[in-house]
């Protein structure tokens, strides 16, 4: 491993930390299904998406590193965007690119572990929207497992143009992995991921 990798993950390592001691003290950070994340080899996390909280928290929880698709936007920002190059690659969220799919597959057969929102955008009520084709799309050219994931908490923390952090305990469920099977194509196998993700959202909202 290079200098430049070991610091790169020392950086993240450290990021880590700091989110997890803040959203302790914030309220409290409970995370389930840790050991349902291989440990290496191409991933991808599908989670839901509540809050701009939604990636950071979603890197502290996981026991491994995460890759992250951000709007490109954000690459135009200064201060933040060296640190966001680092760790992820833009997306336009307006329209699905080639090229994005393109990149996210090489991510995942180079072994990253990539963090996708196959809603495209943050639920302004809690609720599950329907999700987009894109990430059927990567499963089905990558083949590589998928971990449907719920976040909560994250819109109370901080909800839609909050300015600040608002106390809230938040919660991660990582579930069982899925694969991509011969029989599934993109807008379905995104509508199979969005089942497994709500059925986690039942399962915490009935106390399981």
């Known amino acids: 491993m290079s200098l ?3 610091i790169i993950g020392l950086v993240y390592y450290l990021s880590t930390l700091l989110v997890r001691f803040v959203f302790c003290i914030n309220g409290g950070l409970q995370v389930k299904g840790r ?28 026991p491994r590193r995460a890759t992250f698709m951000a709007r490109k936007g954000l690459f135009n920002i200064p201060f933040i965007r060296s640190y966001i ?19 996210a597959v090489r991510r995942l057969k180079n072994g990253e572990a990539l963090v996708m929102f196959p809603e495209g955008r943050r639920s302004e009520t809690g609720a599950l929207l329907e999700g987009k084709r894109g990430i059927g799309m990567v499963a089905g050219l990558s083949k590589v497992p998928i971990v449907p994931t719920l976040i909560t908490g994250t819109d109370k923390a901080l909800p839609i143009d909050a300015r600040w952090l608002k106390r809230a305990k938040i919660s991660v469920v990582f ?24 059925e986690l959202k039942r399962n915490a909202d009935n106390g399981s």
């Open 35 to 62: 050991e349902n994340v291989p440990p290496d080899g191409g991933v991808i996390i599908a989670s839901n998406h509540l809050s701009y909280l939604d990636p950071p928290i979603l890197g502290t929880a996981m």
């Open 85 to 103: 190059r680092l760790y992820a690659f833009p997306v336009d969220r307006t329209r699905t690119l080639p090229s994005t799919i393109k990149e």
């Open 4 to 6: 430049k990798e070991k």
């Open 175 to 198: 579930g069982s992995p899925i694969v991509f099977s011969a029989e599934d194509h993109g807008e379905n196998f995104s509508k199979k991921i969005m089942h497994e993700i709500g």
